[in-house]
C-alpha cells in the first residue's frame, strides 16, 4: 500500500466540461477524499462573449473571452472541490468546419504527439489511477473533443501507468427522456447545421453496452452550480433550463465506457474506483 491518494484525472476540451460531463464524479469522488485532477486542453476563446456576442461578431474579443471563461471554470472547480487544474492553453479550434480549425496554434492543428507528451508528463507528476475522457468522435463530433480523446490516448501510451480508462458517454435512454423534457416543457433545441445534426446522431450506446453507472445524484446540485458558474455560455447551456430539481433526475447518473481496466471488475460497475478500494 502507498500513502499517496487515489486519484481521478478528467482530460476535457473547453471550459463547462467538466461540468457537464463529469460534475457529478468530480464532486462525488473529492466529497469521498479522492484527488481529482481537471485537464482543460484549450482556452475557450471560440466561445460566447459579453452579452451573448458570437465568434466572429463585431465586439467579439477572443483574448477577454478566454480570460473571462478561465475565471468561470476557476469557479467551477471551486464548487466541484477540484483538488488541481491543469489548463494546457491551446486555442479553442470552434464547431467542425469553422474557419478557426485551420488557424495554426489551434489545439486542433496542434500534432498529437506534442500535446500527448505535455499531458503524459502530468500523468506521471499525478498518476491517476482513473482517467476519464471522450470516445474517439468527441462524443458528438466537435474537432477539440475529438482531439483530447487522441491526446489522452497517445499519453498513456507514452507512460509506464496502467489506470482503468473511461470514456464519457450517455445511454440512449436518457437522450430519449432529454427530447421528451424538451419537447414537453415546449423548448425548441437550436437547430443544427448538417454536419452537426450527423454527429448528434451518433451519440451515445445502448443501455447494454454502458459498463459504468455512477451515481451523483446526491452532487447534482454542485454539479447544476458549477454548470451555471460559466454564465458567459448560458445561451449554450440549455441543461440549465430544466430547473435544478429536473436537472439532478436526468443528469444526477453519470454513465461511461470502461476501455482500460487492469483491476479484472465486472461490468457493469457501479463505481470509477471498483476494485481499486
Same mark, same amino acid.
Given at each position: 500500500m502507498? %500513502?499517496?491518494?487515489? =486519484?481521478?484525472? !478528467?482530460? /476535457?476540451a /473547453?471550459?463547462? %466540461?467538466?461540468? +457537464?460531463? =463529469?460534475g457529478g464524479v468530480l464532486a462525488r469522488y473529492? !466529497?469521498?477524499?479522492? #484527488? +481529482?485532477?481537471?485537464? +482543460?486542453c484549450t482556452d475557450g476563446a471560440c466561445g460566447d462573449g459579453p452579452g451573448g456576442v458570437k465568434p466572429g461578431d463585431p465586439g467579439h474579443d477572443p483574448a477577454a473571452v478566454a480570460a473571462m471563461r478561465r475565471e468561470e471554470l476557476e469557479a467551477s472547480c471551486d464548487i466541484l472541490k477540484v483538488s488541481d487544474l491543469e489548463m494546457l492553453g491551446y486555442a479553442d479550434s470552434g464547431m467542425m468546419g469553422w474557419p478557426t480549425n485551420d488557424a495554426p496554434h489551434s489545439f486542433w492543428q496542434t500534432?498529437?504527439?506534442?500535446? !500527448?507528451?505535455?499531458?503524459?508528463?502530468?500523468? #506521471? @507528476?499525478?498518476?491517476?489511477?482513473?482517467?476519464?475522457?471522450?470516445?474517439?468522435?468527441?462524443?458528438?463530433?466537435h474537432p477539440d473533443h475529438i482531439q483530447a480523446h487522441r491526446i489522452t490516448m497517445a499519453a498513456l501510451k507514452l507512460t509506464e501507468l496502467t489506470p482503468k480508462v473511461y470514456w464519457t458517454t450517455m445511454p440512449h435512454s436518457a437522450? @430519449?427522456?432529454?427530447?421528451?423534457?424538451?419537447?414537453?416543457?415546449? @423548448?425548441?433545441?437550436?437547430?443544427?447545421?448538417? !454536419?452537426?445534426?450527423?454527429? =448528434?446522431?451518433?451519440?451515445?450506446?445502448?443501455? %447494454?453496452?454502458?459498463?459504468?453507472?455512477?451515481?451523483a445524484t446526491a452532487f447534482s446540485g454542485q454539479k447544476f452550480e458549477a454548470l451555471a458558474a460559466h454564465a458567459s455560455q448560458g445561451d449554450n447551456i440549455f441543461f440549465l433550463k430544466m430547473g435544478q430539481e429536473r436537472f439532478g433526475e436526468l443528469m444526477g447518473?453519470?454513465?461511461?465506457?470502461?476501455? @482500460?481496466d487492469p483491476t479484472g471488475t465486472a461490468a457493469p460497475e457501479d463505481d470509477l474506483f471498483a476494485g481499486l478500494r
Open positions: 502507498t %500513502d499517496r491518494p487515489l =486519484t481521478l484525472m !478528467a482530460v /476535457h /473547453h471550459p463547462d %466540461d467538466e461540468a +457537464t460531463g =463529469t473529492a !466529497a469521498e477524499g479522492i #484527488r +481529482t485532477v481537471l485537464v +482543460t500534432p498529437v504527439q506534442e500535446a !500527448a507528451g505535455r499531458l503524459a508528463q502530468l500523468m #506521471r @507528476q499525478y498518476r491517476p489511477d482513473v482517467v476519464v475522457t471522450y470516445d474517439e468522435n468527441g462524443f458528438y463530433g437522450m @430519449q427522456r432529454f427530447g421528451e423534457f424538451m419537447r414537453e416543457s415546449g @423548448q425548441d433545441m437550436p437547430e443544427p447545421d448538417p !454536419a452537426e445534426a450527423a454527429a =448528434t446522431a451518433e451519440i451515445g450506446l445502448p443501455d %447494454d453496452e454502458i459498463t459504468t453507472w455512477v451515481d447518473t453519470e454513465t461511461f465506457l470502461r476501455v @482500460q
